[in-house]
């Protein structure tokens, strides 16, 4: 709206004139015009460009092809009759307004602005109107704001303007575009949507086939929207084997959309439930049922299978972000997928809040669902690792972190008790924990100085006993920290947090090591380019989090 009222004081001179009032009266009642993108509609033109009601039949003056009215020259307008002839006779004018400017001027003017900017400048006058039409403008905001370039050429071959594609296609859906988690009850997942050629895809993430975490991700696409017919857009579900077929998208509220599939027999197969079960085992954990022993694996794949098949691709979606990253993090965050038992391969989101590394599910289990918070790292509480021969020592290990651990209870019950810290108060900058590490903790080192330098590789082997679904580990590591594991029984029943040791291989794997479950889980890096997925602040993200543990508490 301001950019409306900027260029109509700037088109009229100093004052404003009736119709340029008229015209900001009514943009109080068009001030969602963002979101109308039909420029072709003659109501409008004519609301905007046409003559006013209260002025005579024969005494309108047209603007449709200057907008240039006549006024007082007490007004700064141009005026008329012999002040023109003399600017004339003086030289060539200097431009008085944007109307002034030269098409070509306008148009690279206009290809600068936002997109959703354009629709109110359109209704400035007939002029700006014609000039939006020009592909140049809807190109450059297609390349822009989207990043289609190669895409562009095709859609021209086919016969499809860059305007209609912006206007009908990417501008309104353009809300759902990032990552989401899809509320499947405790398993979650991770939907990325994003402008893919000619189309807007919806790809569920999979995580690769137990164990091998290392490999890159798989991808399925749930839903897209097209152009193939022009005037508007189609949207198709793209769940089962049938191929496209009918589908909807609904935004609930800001953040927040639902999938609908109109055709869900397009989901069934031939053989019925069974073969369902048995494509579906295939694509999910690549193998069959016959080859997987366990039957505790046996049953949890089997309760998977019937729980998120029962949703038919009609799912709610909400926003997620990925973290912000500060050069004092201890790596890059991001989205990682690590190993977790016989519940398969799980994503979760490793994020840095001043001195605690959280990772939280993005997928998860009937035990530990989505959301919630897996694993808590002190950094402030760097672990220094025996030789390897010690480190082969279940004991010798459990020694080390369980001292850590009682620090650091010491220290909650110390921040949580006033009057019984102050009895043991600790020196300045330590934190919460005794000045004077107890017997036995020459292993542990304290304070955050630990991890800015940059420390030399050293050798790591797994405790004997501490059972891994990937025996392929790297056999050096950065550094360790103690940290808490969140574990529970089946339905997120007895859930606490149980200490472990966080190791962090190099930029882009780390592990963790359960005391308590002594198994071994490795995390390897999603290095998918994932848009439109950045947190706008430090704020939104931490709320973020926060409204992903209350979905599933």
Known sequence: MLLRMAVCARLCGAGQSRRCRRRQRHSQADQDSDSEMDMDDEEEEERVVGKT???????????????????????????????????????????????????????????????????????????????????????????????????????????????????????????????????????????????????????????????????????RPLFRIHMWEKNKATIECMYGHKGPHKGDIQTVKKDEFSTKCNQTDHHRMPGGRQEEFRTWLEEEWGRTLEDIFHEHMQELILMKFIYTSQYDNCLTYRRIYLPPFLPSDLLQPGLFKGTYGSHGLEIIMLSFHDSKAKATKLTGDPNVPAGQLTLEIDLNRPVRLPDLE?????????????????????????????????????????EGLDSAPPAGAEGVELGAAACSAAPEPQPFVLPLGVMARNEVYPRTCKMCFYGTGLIAGHGFTSPERTPGLFILFDDDRFGFIWLELKSFSLYSRLTDQLSHAQAPSMERFEAMLRNMQSWTS
């Open 53 to 219: 009601k209260d002025e005579p039949e024969g005494s309108s003056v047209s603007r449709s092809s200057s907008c240039h009215s006549s006024r007082p020259s007490g007004h700064g307008g141009l005026g008329s009759g012999a002040s023109a002839s003399a600017s004339a006779s003086a030289g060539p004018p200097h431009p008085q307004s944007l109307l002034d400017l030269p098409p070509e001027l306008l148009v690279e003017i206009f290809s600068s602005l936002p997109g959703t900017a354009l629709p109110n400048l359109a209704l400035v006058c007939k002029k700006f109107r014609q000039i939006l039409n020009t592909e140049t403008i809807w190109r450059r905001r297609c390349t822009e704001e989207f990043g289609m370039r190669d895409d562009l050429r095709k859609m021209e071959i086919l016969g499809m303007s860059s305007r209609d594609l912006y206007v009908k296609l990417l501008h309104p859906y353009r809300h759902i575009l990032g990552l989401w988690q899809p509320d499947i009850g405790p398993y979650g997942g991770l939907l990325n949507v994003v402008v893919d050629g000619l189309f807007i895809i919806g790809w569920m993430y999979l995580p690769p086939h137990d164990p091998r975490v290392e490999d890159p991700m798989r991808r």
């Open 390 to 430: 010690h480190q082969r020592s279940m004991e010798e290990l459990s020694r080390l972190v369980l001292e850590v651990h009682e620090e650091a209870q010491r220290g909650l019950q110390a921040r949580d008790a006033p009057s019984e810290a102050a009895e043991v108060a600790p020196p300045q900058g330590a």
